[in-house]
């Protein structure tokens, strides 16, 4: 009987699902797994499960409102972290994530209803955890660039003294470039190509938001409008130096901390070591005198 039971529940479910579907134009899973897909820049599997969050994100997007500067924030950040979704679907898809979280409570309640408020902080939890992932990457990505502001410094400062064509100097720069400030670099060569040189310089500040870029920026902005500029950056590429000494000089202070652990596992084994050579002579010298 229970078995029937179960049988009927399944195809009750899966005739309701292609009722809704059709009714509400859902795309088949070929098609959105083919456009997941194309959206990942990354040559990873396509999963089951994102198909279907991304098909639920998509439809309730169309729900959510954002205001334009909040818009036109999010869609800086989705592009600077690599995520092709439109700023709704992004936070559709944590709602998704955290609905479907949220949905263990419904069992838990029936068998363990103590823990139904962890599964709740859980769902919060990831809920916020997704609104801030392109957040994290563009932060990440933030810290490689200025790690690597130096050198583009100490760069500007060899071409400016030869030449003045700042389009130029990015794109001889882009091919020596790390990964993120290559993928930036790209993206600003583009914008310079196509529109005004200052309004790209100030895109690519304001996609980042450092403050050492920004510096980076102003001056070459003034090069553009006639300044010398060589002097300016003489000065900010000696600053840079010595932030980045400061940097270094900090995450070397953090080591030690991690390896004394390590020594203090060492110290153990070796006293574990005498005590065991310890022990096997006093039971050998017992067993002598007895």
Do not use: W
Not at 14 to 38: C, E, W
């Amino acid at each position: 009987m229970l078995g029937i039971l179960f049988i009927f529940i399944c195809l009750f479910s899966f005739g309701t699902f292609m009722i809704m579907a059709d009714l509400f134009k859902l795309p088949s899973y070929k098609a959105s797994k083919a456009i997941l897909k194309v959206s990942k820049r990354e040559r990873k599997k396509v999963k089951n499960t994102d198909v279907f969050i991304l098909e639920l994100s998509t439809k309730l997007s169309k729900f959510i409102k954002l205001n334009d500067y909040k818009k036109k924030k999010m869609i800086a950040s989705l592009k600077s972290a690599e995520i092709n979704l439109s700023p709704e679907t992004y936070i559709a898809q944590a709602f998704v994530k955290a609905g479907i979280v949220f949905l263990i409570i419904v069992p838990a309640l029936f068998i363990l209803p103590i823990i139904s408020p962890l599964v709740l902080f859980l769902s919060i939890a990831v809920y916020f955890k997704e609104t801030k992932k392109a957040d994290e990457a563009v932060k990440k990505q933030r810290e490689e660039i200025e790690y690597e502001l130096p050198r583009f410094t100490s760069t500007l400062v060899q071409e400016l003294k030869a030449s003045r064509d700042v389009l130029s100097i990015l794109e001889r720069y882009k091919q020596s470039a790390g990964r993120s400030m290559k993928s930036e670099l790209e993206i600003t060569v583009a914008d310079m190509k196509s529109g005004s040189y200052e309004a790209a310089l100030t895109r690519f500040e304001t996609r980042l938001g450092s403050s050492v870029l920004s510096e980076i920026v102003r001056g070459l902005i003034s090069v553009l409008r006639g300044d010398d500029g060589v002097v300016y950056f003489q000065m900010l590429s000696h600053d840079l130096k010595q932030l980045e000494l400061q940097r270094l000089k900090t995450i070397a202070a953090k080591q030690p901390g991690k390896i004394r652990k390590y020594s203090f596992a060492m110290l153990m084994c070796f006293i574990f070591m005498y005590l065991t050579v310890m022990g096997v002579e006093i039971v050998k010298t017992l067993g002598n005198m007895f």
